[in-house]
């Protein structure tokens, strides 16, 4: 049974820096994996995507490219996301996803994930 589990989030000021953690079990390195968000009255969103570990190749949203970086440590499957000069606008419930694959991860679009975990809040004050 896969299951992906947040940490990291809190309250930080503009500029400043987070790390976001995902935990997870039940499934092998292969799978895709990416980070999701969501404020209130907003569709989540795709922040970034690693669309194959071992190519390492990303995907990133225009609003985070130059300020979040994912990456994954294919030893225990552990996603993370280094978030800095974080803005107001960065403000949400950010979630880990994932999918098996073959696997075509989109930002656009997080059904192409099946796996998601229960969030962690990010509040960014100005």
């Known amino acids: 049974q896969v299951q992906l589990t947040e940490s990291g989030g809190g309250s930080v000021q503009a500029g400043g820096s987070l790390r976001l953690s995902c935990a997870a079990s039940?499934?092998?390195?292969?799978?895709?994996m990416g980070w999701f968000r969501q404020t209130p009255g907003k569709e989540r969103e795709g922040v970034a995507v690693?669309?194959?570990?071992?190519?390492?190749?990303?995907n990133y949203a225009d609003s985070v490219k130059g300020r979040f970086t994912i990456s994954k440590a294919n030893s225990d499957n552990t996603l993370y996301l280094q978030m800095n000069s974080l803005k107001p606008e960065d403000t949400g419930i950010y979630y880990c996803?994932?999918?098996?694959?073959?696997?075509?991860?989109?930002?656009?679009?997080?059904?192409?994930?099946?796996?998601w975990g229960q969030g962690t809040q990010v509040t960014v004050s100005s």
């Open positions: 996803a994932a999918e098996s694959p073959p696997c075509m991860p989109s930002l656009t679009n997080d059904r192409t994930f099946r796996y």
């Open positions: 039940g499934f092998k390195s292969s799978f895709c």
């Open positions: 690693i669309i194959n570990s071992y190519q390492s190749r990303t």
